[in-house]
């Protein structure tokens, strides 16, 4: 059975937090995801925020899906 976990809306934690500090948990969270073999899903509305402090997040993903 697959397991993951889900987060939903990447920009609530930007809205509440500095990019770097959201950048830091993520990369904190997605490493001990990946350790214990845990997928993890991120959702985000791609136009609420500039392209920097998203794409800062986006890459710590290994895949990136966009949907119009």
Known sequence: ???FVFFDSV????AYNEPQTVE????Y???KLR???V???????SSMYPDEG???????FDRRIEVE
Do not use: C, P, W
């Open 54 to 60: 998203l794409d800062r997040i986006y890459r710590l």
């Open 29 to 31: 969270m997605l490493n």
């Open 39 to 45: 997928a993890g899903l991120g959702v985000s509305l």
């Open 24 to 27: 830091m948990f993520f990369t």
């Open 1 to 3: 059975q697959a397991k």
């Open 35 to 37: 350790e214990s073999n």
């Open 11 to 14: 920009n609530s934690f930007l």
